[in-house]
């Protein structure tokens, strides 16, 4: 059965202290690995696509990374305002239908 | 606006009563989704579309969940005879292609309470 799994559930950090969320998933004939932002009260944002093992994607803070069975999103010296949960999807099989992980709650605090 | 919009924002109904949810995706995305999410989780597919063809289904939860895009362009989630475990987000999305691996563009989500 197609499963993802986020951990962990929430993460606290001091504002600049570095870390890393992972998305692990078992799912056949991958053909995307989605990480979404999404703020309470709001539609997850798109942050990133990746496709094949070994991709690397990053925009100021976030970087992501992806291996055959799991991903990676790295959070250097994060601010207050990226506390937001933190979502992983993949993509798989003929349509476009997405499988989503519980995602991870982000604090940073200041 | 640019996105993808979505009505009412907040629903509240009584058990029993029809609903009816509306999603105006970006304009030219041939592909619409809708999703279903619990507090806490993720969220869960509901059904797609491809224009106003109805592609898979295959997340609806019952027969009283019924989807309609007649037009391939707004798109419409109709419960019947809501619960209450039918209280939950409901989100649609959309994308440009059909080809698959191209990001899903969220709205904000119908939040839906049942009495």
């Known amino acids: 059965e197609d499963q993802v799994t986020q951990s962990p559930e929430a993460l606290r950090l001091q504002e600049g202290e570095s870390s890393s969320l992972n998305c692990s998933y078992t799912?056949?004939?991958?053909?995307?690995l989605f990480w979404y932002r999404q703020d309470p009260g709001k539609g997850p944002e798109f942050l990133f696509t990746?496709?094949?093992a070994g991709e690397e994607k990053e925009k100021e803070r976030l970087k992501a990374t992806l291996t055959k069975k799991e991903s990676f999103l790295h959070i250097t010296a994060p601010k207050p305002e990226d506390s937001a949960t933190y979502l992983c999807?993949?993509?798989?099989?003929?349509?476009?239908?997405?499988?989503f992980g519980s995602g991870t709650k982000l604090n940073v605090k200041p | 606006g640019a996105g993808v919009s979505q009505s009412p924002r907040y629903k509240v109904a009584k058990r029993g009563q029809d609903v009816a949810l509306r999603c105006d995706p970006i304009?030219?995305?041939?592909?619409l989704f809708w999703y279903q999410q619990a507090l806490g989780q993720g969220p869960e597919f509901l059904t797609y579309?491809?224009?106003?063809?109805?592609?898979?289904k295959s997340g609806l939860p019952s027969d009283r969940f019924f989807a309609e895009r007649p037009e391939g362009s707004v798109s419409t989630l109709k419960i019947q005879r809501t619960q209450q475990e039918d209280s939950a987000v409901y989100l649609c999305?959309?994308?440009f292609g059909t080809g698959g691996n191209q990001p899903q563009h969220f709205g904000d989500g119908t939040r839906l309470s049942i009495l």
């Open positions: 999807a993949v993509q798989a099989g003929d349509f476009n239908k997405f499988y």
């Open positions: 999305a959309s994308s």
């Open positions: 579309f491809q224009n106003e063809a109805q592609l898979d």
């Open positions: 990746l496709y094949s």
């Open positions: 304009s030219g995305h041939v592909s």
């Open positions: 799912v056949s004939g991958l053909r995307g």
